[in-house]
């Protein structure tokens, strides 16, 4: 059975959960043909406590978590999105936004609308900030996340170049316009939000 999840801010009680889940994730998406010392540098440098701490002190960022909706079990996490409030979009005249810096969601809970859930968490926060768009950038060989983006309504705006520890990465910078306000759902069953 799969657990339902609840869509929140993060608290400090996250980071050490936080960390690790980042971990998880990027070496799961970036490292399939094995682990190297660039990667592995990259995912130690990026994914600490103390740096999901001072993004939640900052004010111009915030993060959002899918938590277990379980009694008891809300500090266990599925995914998370890191955002950067008033973030200027590369390779566009838009006004700035929101930067989706991180969507991640562990691979077995993907599919069960956590991705989206915290995609509209994201629109959420453009929304009440009085930016009209988020947006993010998303590694070129990822095609199950650019696919997931494009159904989600981001458009491909052009890419930039992520450099990784020396090693270079083509990434496609996707956006998409927040017109209204939406509404989070709090708890969210697998597959409805």
């Not at 799961?28 to 103390?50: C, K, N």
């Not at 008891?72 to 989706?100: H, I």
């Not at 009209?132 to 996340?145: E, H, P």
Request: charged letters at 15%; hydrophobic letters at 45%.
């Amino acid at each position: 059975m799969t657990p339902t999840y609840q869509i929140r801010p993060a608290t400090e009680l996250d980071a050490d959960t936080l960390a690790a889940l980042g971990v998880q994730v990027f070496l799961d998406t970036y490292s399939t043909p094995g682990v190297w010392p660039q990667i592995a540098r990259e995912a130690f440098e990026l994914f600490t406590p103390a740096a999901f701490e001072q993004a939640m002190r900052d004010p111009m960022q915030a993060i959002w978590v899918a938590a277990d909706a379980q009694p008891g079990q809300d500090r266990r996490l599925f995914g998370f999105a890191w955002l950067k409030l008033n973030s200027p979009v590369p390779l566009s005249t838009m006004s700035p936004g929101v930067e989706v810096n991180k969507l991640y969601v562990q691979a077995a809970m993907k599919g069960k609308g956590i991705g989206a859930a915290l995609l509209n968490a994201s629109c959420d926060a453009a929304a009440q900030a009085n930016l009209g768009s988020i947006w993010l950038t998303a590694w070129d060989g990822n095609t199950a996340a650019l696919g997931f983006y494009e159904r989600q309504g981001m458009l491909d705006v052009g890419e930039v170049w992520h450099d990784l520890q020396g090693d270079v990465f083509l990434n496609r910078v996707l956006v998409r316009s927040v017109s209204r306000v939406r509404s989070v759902s709090p708890i969210g069953e697998p597959g409805t939000s």
